[in-house]
């Protein structure tokens, strides 16, 4: 499934996705992370997209010993990603949190992606 069916897809939940409580991110939210993924690289492993609470969206990425994600937060304006990467094997982690309309910041992000797939 590409990332644009997912957001398709995420584009149906309702209120009370979650037990009731959850509350999807808004269909201009949505519009931003396609707008973003869409230059994603046809090279680097696309991640699998889950809505998590409060608006939020979840990117995750499993790649050999890393387990990756990426909760991405819509903020007015803004839209922020925490990320976290660890590896199952080693223990090491990493943590930042990303400005995600910096081409900057999403740069490092497809380059990360594209670094830990290749070491796996």
């Known amino acids: 499934m590409t990332i644009a069916q997912r957001i398709e897809e995420l584009r149906l939940i309702t209120d009370g996705w979650f037990g009731g409580y959850g509350k999807p991110p808004s269909r201009p939210d949505l519009g931003r992370l396609e707008w973003r993924f869409q230059s994603w690289p046809d090279d680097v492993p696309q991640p699998n997209l889950f809505p998590a609470k409060n608006k939020r ?41 990303l400005d995600l309309l910096s081409f900057t910041e999403w740069q490092w992000l497809v380059d990360e992606i594209r670094r830990l797939a290749v070491i796996r």
Not at 74 to 97: P, Q, V, W
């Open 57 to 97: 969206i979840s990117a995750e990425w499993v790649l050999g010993d890393w387990s990756i994600d990426l909760e991405i937060d819509f903020s007015g304006e803004e839209m922020t990603g925490n990320y976290n990467a660890l590896n199952i094997t080693t223990l090491s982690e990493c943590d930042k949190r």
